[in-house]
């Protein structure tokens, strides 16, 4: 019967998400176009590297530094590798490191700055030194510290990435939960019997949520910048693995002998994700914000 009854109930609630993320998407074409470009670069890093036409490790002197043709839409690198199928393959590194970078900042940063936000005291005075700390540095060039020290790899980017962004989700959930853990609706479900966890994570938690979106999709883009920094400075992603940085490193040794196309079309492509990133913020505040539902 329970299970009978909650049904309802569920596919209503289903059906009025559905309904508010149509109502954005309709309301903003902005966001909409946003999502749409979101669309393709996921569908890109998903499907690409089994679409692309070459394999984009595979070298071949005979075809080297080609402009882009009808065989080679992007053109071709100094060892002959097609510009397009690395572009391509590249961009799942490229958004596999952002995404994961983002997640594991976001859930440490949340996490940190609700304790400090909601209970203060000496937590927050610890926590706030901590993140003062942090961001005293040139954020790139701390980056760039702890790949060198713990070695250039992936998760060692993404570790470095995931670090230099925990301050700004912490100090922003900190700022709304100290905000709203005395308001009325946080009083009143301490009263209906809830514990300090379950009035923060249900009640005051989800109300942070529409700000740390923007901040998320800002990041998101700044994760693939500097991923691409570091590997352009050759301290990421090591060759020849495909990844943006990389191919705009070394076709910037080219552009002076006129071979443009090594490092304009994987710049293009760092370009397009950034900017789609950066117009996702507003669509997805809306998209989570309870102020904004009817």
């Given at each position: 019967?329970?299970?009978?009854?909650?049904?309802?109930?569920?596919?209503?609630?289903?059906?009025?998400?559905?309904?508010?993320?149509?109502?954005?998407?309709?309301?903003?074409?902005?966001?909409?176009?946003?999502?749409?470009?979101?669309?393709?670069?996921?569908?890109?890093?998903?499907?690409g590297p089994a679409l692309v036409p070459y394999d984009p490790l595979q070298s071949n002197a005979a075809r080297a530094l080609q402009p882009p043709s009808f065989d080679h839409w992007f053109g071709t690198d100094n060892l002959g590798r097609d510009v397009l199928s690395r572009v391509v393959v590249a961009?799942?590194?490229?958004?596999?490191?952002?995404?994961?970078?983002?997640?594991?900042?976001?859930?440490?940063?949340?996490?940190?700055?609700?304790?400090?936000?909601?209970?203060?005291?000496?937590?927050?005075?610890?926590?706030?030194?901590?993140?003062?700390?942090?961001?005293?540095?040139?954020?790139?060039?701390?980056?760039?510290?702890?790949?060198?020290?713990?070695?250039?790899?992936?998760?060692?980017?993404?570790?470095?990435?995931?670090?230099?962004?925990?301050?700004?989700?912490?100090?922003?959930?900190?700022?709304?939960?100290?905000?709203?853990?005395?308001?009325?609706?946080?009083?009143?479900?301490?009263?209906?019997?809830?514990?300090?966890?379950?009035?923060?994570?249900?009640?005051?938690?989800?109300?942070?949520?529409?700000?740390?979106?923007?901040?998320?999709?800002?990041?998101?883009?700044?994760?693939?910048?500097?991923?691409?920094?570091?590997?352009?400075?050759?301290?990421?992603?090591?060759?020849?693995?495909?990844?943006?940085?990389?191919?705009?490193?070394?076709?910037?040794?080219?552009?002076?002998?006129?071979?443009?196309?090594?490092?304009?079309?994987?710049?293009?492509?760092?370009?397009?994700?950034?900017?789609?990133?950066?117009?996702?913020?507003?669509?997805?505040?809306?998209?989570?914000?309870?102020?904004?539902?009817?």
């Amino acid at each position: 019967m329970s299970d009978l009854a909650s049904a309802p109930g569920t596919t209503k609630g289903t059906d009025s998400t559905f309904a508010h993320i149509v109502y954005v998407l309709r309301s903003n074409p902005v966001t909409l176009l946003a999502f749409a470009m979101f669309a393709v670069l996921l569908l890109t890093g998903i499907l690409g590297p089994a679409l692309v036409p070459y394999d984009p490790l595979q070298s071949n002197a005979a075809r080297a530094l080609q402009p882009p043709s009808f065989d080679h839409w992007f053109g071709t690198d100094n060892l002959g590798r097609d510009v397009l199928s690395r572009v391509v393959v590249a961009t799942r590194l490229d958004l596999a490191i952002s995404v994961a970078a983002v997640a594991l900042s976001f859930v440490i940063g949340s996490v940190l700055g609700s304790i400090a936000g909601y209970w203060g005291g000496w937590l927050d005075a610890v926590l706030n030194r901590l993140f003062d700390t942090i961001m005293a540095f040139p954020l790139f060039v701390l980056a760039m510290g702890i790949v060198a020290a713990l070695g250039n790899t992936v998760e060692n980017i993404v570790y470095a990435t995931a670090v230099i962004n925990i301050p700004f989700y912490a100090r922003l959930v900190r700022a709304e939960v100290n905000i709203r853990r005395d308001a009325g609706f946080a009083q009143a479900a301490k009263l209906a019997g809830n514990s300090d966890i379950q009035v923060l994570a249900l009640h005051i938690f989800p109300n942070a949520l529409p700000p740390m979106m923007v901040q998320v999709s800002l990041n998101l883009g700044w994760a693939i910048l500097n991923a691409a920094g570091l590997s352009f400075i050759g301290l990421g992603v090591r060759p020849p693995t495909a990844e943006w940085g990389i191919m705009v490193a070394e076709g910037a040794n080219f552009i002076v002998s006129g071979e443009w196309w090594l490092a304009i079309f994987p710049g293009l492509a760092l370009m397009f994700a950034v900017f789609t990133f950066n117009l996702l913020g507003d669509g997805l505040r809306d998209i989570v914000d309870p102020r904004q539902r009817s």
